[in-house]
């Protein structure tokens, strides 16, 4: 399977080079892969902390909102909560991480009041009942790093796609590209000894030839 | 309008009594409770009066809707055979003022949404147009002036709790100016017991959340048997005093046990059911009034008890809640 080559020594010139070449990025492909590698590591572990613990604490809060909704008429519940005290602001700017470019967060929180009144309780306290509050205090506090899973999984997300791609180019030099180019330049070279040793032959035959005729 | 012949009154009492024979008892709504899937439990529900309703259902989780109907026909029913209308009709004022909260926070968000109820006594469009035009001259009193608060200082702080709050005491004002007006001693004696138990649960809350006395002040109702200002004094004692401090008024039983569940499981589920149920307890004790409104008001909020039992245990069979986490958050009946 080696390539289609002129058996030339230019052409074997070229096809070191790029041997080389090949090498080379293969070598620093790997590096790359083993140092994504280390990070991803890095990050999920940080991303399955997160996520445990996010999960933990939204399922206490929706068994409590679950039990608020179970006692209040859903039209009564979503009134309650229609128009949010609080509006945040995200900033999405980009991260680089072996130049992956990761999604990086920064929010700021609008207030809509000052004071007591910049509470995270939308509603009244006459229709709705206390096991709201609960629930809406935790969703409330698990937010921030609700964003914080979300940037980080994003990254996570991103880097598996670049280590996969970074493997596959890896295994395609390793195992595909540089093979099939040694094999070409050993079928060059040799054609090219052959080519030399057929010269080598021809002379002497000339040469046997002419010694014959004197 | 003041009715002295209390005897106008024999054909609706009759009528309810005949009506409230058809409440869910506890048995069945026992039976509900015990019913493997939500499915099942609707069976159970089909069985009772609610089976036309149900038999049109086209999806268990529409169940909302077959409640609300529910609710519009029985202020409705309860309307049409009423002497006195008007004295039915502040009861379903608290669905006018959830539906003015709906309308401000639509018109402040600039959205359109279906939360209004039917069973108020105010047509929707003419709420709808109050609003959009800040024209509230056709409101009664004192939602127009909630009304005017809001919409004079929504825009300057932004702040919806604010519109909750103003229409809350609005309402609770309102209820008590009309049933002055009617000189009902029943109706003042719900409605003053509804806001002491009110502002007990806004108390703790407001402790909860940690905010001070003056946040508390804005939130209590005005009105109740109970002043303000005892609740106010509590803010900064532990919940603990508050037991002992109300430990001499009706409420005692129901702070004692409520309370005392709320600080040792941080849940308000049982005070919340005792407090419905202490209304019930009220309400019963006319419940045999030969004539007169109280059978009337009694009923509708027994029913309102009922919709809201069966609330609770849909949403709680449909996402398999435990039998016991509905049952104690179960109403009494009226029965």
Known sequence: ?214 | MVISDQTVYAYAVGRVRALETRLLDRGRLERMIEAATADEALKVLAESDYAGAVGELADLYDFEQLLAAELKNVFKTVLRISPAPDQIAILALRYDVHNLKVLFKEKYLGLKSDLLIDAGTLDHENLQYAVNEDDFRDLPEQLRKASEKISEEFLLNRNPQMIDIAFDQALYSRLLAETARLKSEFLTGLFTRQIDLINLKSLIRVKRMRFDRDFLRKVLLLGGRLTPERFILLVDEPLEALITSLAMTDYADLIAEGVRDWIERGSAARLEKLSDDFISAYLKRSKWTPFGPEPLIGYLWAKEMEINNIRLILVGKINKLPAEAIRERLRDGYL
Request: charged share 35%; proline share 3%.
């Open chain 1, 1 to 214: 399977m080696e390539v289609r080559v002129n058996p030339t020594r230019m052409e074997l010139n070229r096809l070191k080079k790029r041997l080389k070449m090949a090498e080379r990025g293969h070598k620093l492909l790997k590096d790359k892969r083993d140092e994504l590698i280390r990070q991803f590591l890095i990050l999920v572990r940080k991303n399955k902390e997160l996520r445990e613990e996010i999960e933990k604490e939204l399922s206490g809060a929706f068994a409590q909102f679950l039990l608020a909704r179970a006692v209040m008429p859903s039209v009564i519940l979503e009134e309650a909560l229609m128009y949010p005290t609080k509006k945040l602001c995200l900033e999405i700017h980009k991260q680089n991480i072996m130049s992956v470019y990761a999604p990086k967060f920064t929010w700021v929180e609008e207030e809509s009041t000052q004071g007591e009144e910049s509470s995270i309780y939308p509603y009244g306290f006459v229709e709705t009942t206390a096991e709201l509050d609960s629930s809406i205090e935790t969703l409330s506090a698990v937010l921030s790093r609700l964003m914080e899973l979300a940037e980080v999984e994003k990254a996570v997300q991103l880097l598996a796609e670049e280590i996969e791609k970074t493997r596959r180019r890896v295994n395609a030099l390793e195992y595909v590209l540089i093979p099939k180019l040694a094999e070409t330049l050993k079928y060059i070279s040799m054609k090219l000894d052959e080519n030399e040793r057929g010269a080598l032959t021809r002379l002497m035959k000339i040469k046997d030839v002419v010694r014959a005729k004197m």
